[in-house]
C-alpha cells in the first residue's frame, strides 16, 4: 500500500517529486563515501551531515504520505 501511495505522489506531487530526487542524491553521495576505506576530517563531516539532511526528507516525504492518506482515506 504504502509503494501504491508513493508512485501516486511522485506522480502527481512536484514537492514529493523534489524531495525524493534530492533523497536520492543524498543516498548516492553517501554511498560514495561509504565505499572509500578511509574518510578525511571532511569527508566525516559530509556523511553526518547528509544522514542528517536525507533523514530530513524521509521525514518531510512521509508526512506528505500522511497528508495523502487522509485526504484521499487511504489506509
Known amino acids: 500500500m504504502a509503494t501504491q501511495v508513493r508512485d ?3 506522480a502527481s506531487n512536484d514537492e514529493f517529486r523534489r ?3 534530492e533523497h536520492s542524491q543524498y543516498a ?12 578525511s576530517e571532511d569527508e566525516k563531516l559530509e556523511e553526518v551531515r547528509l544522514k542528517k539532511l536525507k533523514l530530513r526528507l524521509k521525514d518531510q516525504m ?6 495523502f492518506r487522509a485526504v484521499h482515506q487511504v489506509v
Open 28 to 39: 548516492q553521495r553517501l554511498d560514495s563515501l561509504i565505499q572509500k576505506k578511509y574518510l
Open 62 to 67: 512521509e508526512s506528505l504520505e500522511q497528508q
Open 8 to 10: 501516486q505522489l511522485l
Open 19 to 21: 524531495l525524493a530526487d
